[in-house]
């Protein structure tokens, strides 16, 4: 009897405590005005039509309308990101309450950074590793030494380089390694090789500071002829 009573109580307290759970995630998707938990639109309640509130963290991938992958459509991602700000926009709110301006304003930010980090390379490659739960750290201690070397060089023959087309030069063969990394980068998340789209992010990044290097002292030179 006893044994049957606490199977009881426990069954009973696994069911509150899924309800509070599943009532707690319904506030969260409620709408501030009307209470709806209707959230088949992202930004405006199906019921009453205002802005509906931006949850604490939204997928980037979700909010622009495209599949979760690295090699994404590009041309899709720029008419997304127009037809959402065009809606969303803090301007169209105006004539709206403080509230549902501050609520604009959130969005039109995120998409914002939602746009940026998409559309840039290893900005996507990193939030696509972030959501499967890989992190890049700053002291870089993953790649070899040998790569680390080769940067020291390139970076040393950036500052001794004193003519246009020795920087030039340098560029070209800057630009053929980067367009090699970010096929690389395109072929590891096609394999779903996380590790291996992580060390080619990493290596993006000393190519692309290299790069721009190379590219801010021949502005330099050229303002100097």
């Known amino acids: 009897m006893l044994r049957t009573h606490l199977k009881r109580g426990t069954e009973k307290w696994l069911h509150l405590t899924n309800l509070r759970c599943r009532s707690k995630s ?25 802005l509906r509130e931006s949850a604490e963290k939204e997928d980037y991938f979700e909010l622009l309308k495209l599949k979760k992958e690295f090699n994404i459509d590009t041309l899709k991602l720029v008419q997304n990101y127009r ?30 950074k939602a746009y940026k980090t998409l559309s840039k390379s290893i900005e996507r490659g990193k939030y696509l590793l972030t959501l499967n739960g890989v992190t890049i750290s700053e002291d870089n201690t993953s790649l070899d ?3 680390l070397l080769a940067m020291m060089d390139l970076n040393e023959s950036v500052e001794d ?35 291996g789209a992580k060390e080619a992010i990493i290596r993006l990044k000393y190519m692309n500071n290299i790069e721009r290097t190379v590219k801010e002292k021949l502005l330099h030179l050229n303002l100097k002829q």
């Open 26 to 50: 319904a506030a969260g998707k409620q709408c501030w005005k009307c209470s709806s938990s209707d959230i088949n639109n992202t930004f405006f309640c199906a019921s009453c039509g205002v």
């Open 83 to 112: 037809h959402i700000q065009s809606m969303i926009h803090p301007d169209k709110f105006a004539q709206k309450s403080e509230h549902e301006k501050a609520i604009a304003l959130e969005w039109s930010s995120l998409i914002n």
């Open 145 to 147: 030494k040998e790569f």
């Open 161 to 195: 380089a004193e003519t246009a087309d020795e920087l030039k030069n340098i560029a070209s063969n800057v630009s053929v390694n980067i367009e090699h990394l970010n096929s690389k980068l395109v072929q590891h998340f096609k394999a779903n090789d996380l590790d």
